[in-house]
C-alpha cells in the first residue's frame, strides 16, 4: 500500500489488510521492487492475490486455471487481439468499416492514425500492386519498414525501398499455416517526415491501465517518456538501424549512447518545449488527440476482448510525432519494459506501478469514484470523460504529476470515511446485539408466563381467582390466631406485674411510642400515603420496641395487609 494509505488508515479500519496480501511475479526488476515496498509478502504457490505474469504464461497456463474470486492478473485472456501487430491493424480496418456501413463517416474518418500496413506473405499481391503505384506516383523512392508480428524490442525490424529485398515471400504467395515458408511480418508505409529534435528521431512510450472492458475504464498516466536516437536523421540511410529505431534495446548497443540520461526526456519536458516552438493551442490539440488515439484503439478491441473481472493490463503505446505533429500509431506493448536503465527512469516506473495497484485496490479501500489516483487521470469509463469547459487542459498528459500530493490528499479523505464507516458498523452491531437481548428476555418471559399456566388449571382456575385464594390465606391465619389471645392475657399480666421494675429508660420509650400513636390519631392520612412495604417496615420497627404481643402484633398485620375486616366478619361468625 501507499506510505500515505498506511500512515493515515488504522489497521482495523481496513477490509482486507495489506500484511495479508501475496503476490507472484518471475520478473527481478522494478516489478518486485514495487510490491516489497508496498509490504506483500511473496510466495511460490497458488496463494497469490495479484500475479504479474509473462504473456506466456496465459497462453499456456490461465485458460485451463480457476481463478480465486480475490485474484488479479496483469493479462486479459485474448490480449493480444490489440497487442500482436496483425492483429491489431486487422481489428482496426473492421472497425472502421463498421462505422462506415453504420453511416457513423465521422467517426471512421478518426481511425487514420495507423500507416498503410499489410500482412506478409497472405497480401503480398495486394502488397505488390501498392508498391507499384507508390514508386510511380513518387519521385523518390517510398520506404516501407518490415516488423516480425511476434517480436519486441526492435528485433527482426528492417527498413527497405526496393522489392527485390522481400523476395523470400515471391514465392510462398499461397501461405500455408500447417507449415509456413517464411516468418509472417507486416509491412508498413514508412513516416518518412518524422519531427525532429536537435536532428535526432524520437518516439514517445505512453501509459494506458485498463481495468474493464465491460463497461470499457482507462486510466492514463501522465508521465511518459520520449526515446530518442544517438545518432541524426538520415532518410537515405535506411540500413542503419541506430539511425531509424529508438528502441532503448537497440541504442544502448551504439557508441553514442548516454548512459546518463539514457537517450530519455520525460514527457512533461517534451511538451514544453514543444509549446515554446509551436504554441500552446497546438501542442494541447495533439495531446489530446493522442488521448483520443488511445481510447479509439481500445474500443475497437472491446467487443472482441473476453472481460473478466480477475484481469487487468497496463499498456505501452509507442506513438510517433510527423513534422506537422499529426501522432501515428506505431504499436501496443502488452508488457512494457519495467526494466530501468538511469535512477529517473527507476523512480517513474516504481511509482507507475505503485499507483496500478492502488488503483486495482486489493485493500478494498476505494471507493471506485476516484477520477485521479496518484499520476492516472480517468478518462473513459464506459464513454470518454471531457474536462469542464472552464478548464485550461485539454487533457492531463504530459502536465505535471502531483502523484504524493494527490496520494496524501486521497488516502486522508479514505482515512476519515473509513473511520466513520467502521464507528458505524460497531453502532449498528451494538444495537442489533441489544435488540436480540431484548427479544431473547421477552421470549424467556412468555415462555415463563406459559409454563405456569398449568400450574393455576390444576389449583381450580386461572390466575385471576385471587380473592378465593386470599379468603384461604385469611382463614389459615385466623386458625393460627385462635390461642393468641390468651397468651397475649397471660403476657399482659406478666407485664402489669414487671411495670414498677422497669427503669427510666423503659418509661421513657414507652412515652415516646404513645406520643408517636397520638400524632397518628392526629394525622390519619399519613398512613393511608404509606404503601404496604412501608407500614410492614414501620411495623416491624415498632415491635421491636413494644413487648411481645401476639394478638395486637397479629391484628396490625391484618390492617396492614388488608385483612381486618375479613378476620373480624370470620370471628363475628363463629361467634
Same mark, same amino acid.
Given at each position: ?20 496480501? @501475496? ?31 509473462? /504473456? ?11 481463478? $480465486? ?22 481489428? %482496426? !480496418? ?23 500496413? %499489410? ?12 508498391? !507499384? ?21 526492435? /528485433? ?32 508498413? /508505409? ?5 519531427? *525532429? ?31 530518442? =536516437? ?56 495533439? %495531446? ?9 484503439? *481500445? ?9 473478466? @473481472? ?13 513534422? #506537422? ?23 517513474? /516506473? ?6 496500478? %495497484? ?33 478548464? =485550461? ?11 504524493? $500530493? $494527490? ?6 479523505? =479514505? ?30 418471559? #412468555? ?62 420509650? $414507652? ?8 400524632? !397518628? ?50 370471628? !363475628?361468625?363463629?361467634?
Amino acid at each position: 500500500m501507499s506510505e500515505y494509505f498506511r500512515k493515515y488508515i488504522k489497521k482495523e479500519h481496513y477490509a482486507n489488510h495489506y500484511s495479508n496480501l @501475496k503476490f507472484k511475479t518471475s520478473f527481478r526488476n522494478c516489478i518486485l521492487e514495487a510490491f516489497k515496498r508496498r509490504l506483500w509478502k511473496e510466495t511460490e504457490g497458488d496463494d497469490w492475490d495479484i500475479m504479474w505474469a509473462e /504473456k506466456e504464461w496465459i497462453h499456456e497456463v490461465l485458460d485451463h486455471t480457476h481463478l $480465486q474470486s480475490n485474484q488479479k492478473i496483469n493479462h486479459f485472456r485474448n490480449h493480444y487481439e490489440l497487442t500482436r501487430k496483425d492483429l491489431m491493424i486487422k481489428n %482496426f !480496418k473492421r472497425y472502421k468499416k463498421n462505422l462506415e456501413r453504420e453511416g457513423k463517416q465521422e467517426e471512421a474518418n478518426n481511425y487514420n492514425f495507423f500507416p498503410l500496413t %499489410f500482412h506478409l506473405p497472405s497480401e503480398y499481391p495486394i502488397f505488390f500492386e501498392e508498391f !507499384k503505384r507508390q514508386s510511380t506516383n513518387s519521385d523518390t523512392k517510398t520506404a516501407w519498414i518490415m516488423k516480425p508480428i511476434g517480436k519486441s524490442q526492435g /528485433k527482426g525490424i528492417f527498413i527497405f525501398n526496393k522489392i527485390q529485398q522481400i523476395s523470400q515471400w515471391k514465392n510462398t504467395l499461397r501461405y500455408n499455416q500447417d507449415n509456413p515458408q517464411a516468418e509472417a511480418y507486416i509491412v508498413q /508505409k514508412y513516416i518518412a517526415d518524422p519531427l *525532429l529534435i536537435g536532428g535526432k528521431k524520437f518516439d514517445m512510450r505512453i501509459y494506458l491501465l485498463c481495468t474493464s472492458y465491460q463497461p470499457l475504464t482507462l486510466y492514463l498516466y501522465r508521465t511518459g517518456f520520449a526515446r530518442f =536516437t544517438h545518432h541524426r536523421y538520415d532518410s537515405e540511410d535506411i540500413s542503419n538501424t541506430y539511425v531509424h529505431l529508438t528502441n532503448v534495446a537497440i541504442q544502448k548497443t551504439s557508441d553514442n549512447y548516454d548512459e546518463k540520461l539514457g537517450g530519455k526526456w520525460n514527457l512533461q519536458t517534451l511538451k514544453l518545449y514543444l509549446m515554446t516552438k509551436y504554441g500552446q493551442e497546438k501542442v494541447a490539440e495533439t %495531446f489530446y488527440n493522442i488521448q483520443m488515439l488511445m481510447i479509439r484503439s *481500445l474500443q475497437a478491441v472491446q467487443k472482441i476482448i473476453i472481460n473478466d @473481472k480477475h484481469c487487468f493490463e497496463l499498456y505501452g503505446f509507442d506513438i510517433l510525432l510527423d513534422a #506537422q505533429l499529426k501522432p501515428w500509431l506505431l504499436e501496443v506493448n502488452a508488457s512494457p519494459s519495467m526494466t530501468s536503465n538511469t535512477p529517473v527512469d527507476f523512480e517513474l /516506473k516504481c511509482g507507475l506501478l505503485d499507483d496500478v %495497484f492502488t488503483i486495482i485496490d486489493l485493500e478494498k479501500v476505494l471507493t471506485g469514484n476516484e477520477e485521479q489516483i496518484g499520476g492516472f487521470d480517468l478518462i473513459c469509463k464506459g464513454n470518454p470523460i471531457k474536462l469542464p469547459i472552464n478548464s =485550461t487542459f485539454t487533457t492531463y498528459l504530459g502536465a505535471f504529476n502531483n502523484r504524493q $500530493q $494527490q496520494l496524501k490528499k486521497i488516502a486522508k479523505s =479514505t482515512a476519515i470515511r473509513l473511520a466513520q464507516t467502521y464507528q458505524e458498523s460497531q453502532t449498528k452491531a451494538i444495537e442489533i446485539g441489544s435488540k436480540g437481548q431484548k427479544e431473547k428476555e421477552e421470549k424467556d418471559k #412468555q415462555m415463563r408466563s406459559s409454563s405456569k399456566g398449568p400450574q393455576v388449571m390444576q389449583n381450580g382456575g386461572n390466575g385471576n381467582n385471587k380473592p378465593n385464594n386470599l379468603t384461604k390465606q385469611n382463614t389459615i391465619i385466623k386458625r393460627n390466631t385462635t390461642n393468641l389471645p390468651a397468651l397475649g392475657t397471660v403476657q399482659n399480666k406478666n407485664n402489669i406485674k414487671r411495670q414498677p421494675l422497669q427503669n427510666a429508660g423503659q418509661q421513657q420509650q $414507652q412515652n415516646q411510642q404513645s406520643q408517636s400513636n397520638s400524632s !397518628k390519631k392526629n394525622n390519619p392520612n399519613e398512613d393511608s400515603m404509606l404503601s404496604a412495604n412501608q407500614k410492614l417496615q414501620k411495623l416491624t420497627q415498632e415491635s421491636k420496641i413494644n413487648q411481645f404481643q401476639p394478638y395486637k402484633q397479629q391484628s396490625q398485620y391484618n390492617e396492614v395487609m388488608g385483612m381486618g375486616v375479613v378476620s373480624r366478619n370470620l370471628q !363475628k361468625n363463629e361467634e
